[in-house]
């Protein structure tokens, strides 16, 4: 990191005195997420009444997984830029972070969709005992059911995966370290942030990605629900 000015880092730490606040929740997140999910991880991993209900166990140690990258990496770096809020200087990490972040968040959203119409499935056919079958389907869906719940459901999960890292890989243009005036006090210092460049803030560009993370999720989510539903997985 280069050598900052002192009144570069006086201003830095009463930005961030202003939102210990933040900082410290943070903190305690990501140090509850990580313990909390590495026990999940364990947990369903080992207990032996666990390995028998495969159905959930695969899906929640997959959400698990997620979430414990989330709270391992991605948190702690977000807790950096917020005590230097003036002085990130790795375009590398700024973009990695932010895309790992952005990855894991799409994945826990896709993944917990699929894990609350698998407990509805479920649930429905005990109460109204209405078990679905299997219909049929080309070749891949035939090879796909014929297989165990267990690739089934990892079947399903690297799919998630995969179409979360596809359309985050954007984030590695759109972001990186910019430089910013320091408008507290008319010092007329610059620091350097990880942020958006300037010329995607505009509405198409910012506008038009966005729309595409918003229909890629539903896409993605209407497609898991009817394969589970149609092909049983």
């Known amino acids: ?39 999940t991880i364990l947990v369903y991993a080992r207990v032996e009444e666990m390995n028998q209900r495969s159905h959930v166990r695969t899906l929640i140690t997959w959400l698990s997984v997620v979430d414990l990258i989330t709270c391992f990496a991605v948190m702690p770096f977000e807790t950096v830029t917020i005590r230097l809020n003036y002085s ?20 826990s959203w896709l993944l917990l969709t699929v894990i609350a119409h698998e407990r509805y499935r479920k649930i429905y056919s005990i109460f109204l005992g209405n078990h679905s079958s299997p219909k049929k389907g080309n070749k891949i869906t035939s ?39 320091v408008t507290l006090n008319n010092t007329g210092l610059s620091g ?3 942020t958006t460049h300037r010329q995607y803030r505009g509405k198409l560009t910012a506008g038009l990605y966005a729309g595409i993370v918003v229909y890629s999720g539903y896409r993605a989510s209407y497609t898991v629900l009817i394969v589970t539903e149609r092909y049983y997985i």
């Open 192 to 194: 350097t942030q990880c």
């Open 143 to 181: 090879w796909v059911k014929s297989k165990s719940t267990f690739f089934q459901q990892n079947v399903v999960c690297t799919f998630i995966i995969i179409l979360s890292v596809i359309v985050s890989s954007p984030l590695f243009v759109f972001l990186g370290i910019v430089t910013v005036p």
């Open 88 to 107: 990130v200087s790795s375009n590398e990490a700024c973009k990695l972070f932010r895309f790992i972040g952005h990855t894991t968040i799409m994945s």
């Open 1 to 39: 990191m280069p050598a900052k000015s002192p009144v570069l880092g006086d201003i830095e730490y009463n930005e961030f005195v202003k939102r210990w606040l933040e900082f410290s929740l943070m903190i305690c997140l990501s140090l509850i997420g990580t313990f909390g999910n590495i026990h």
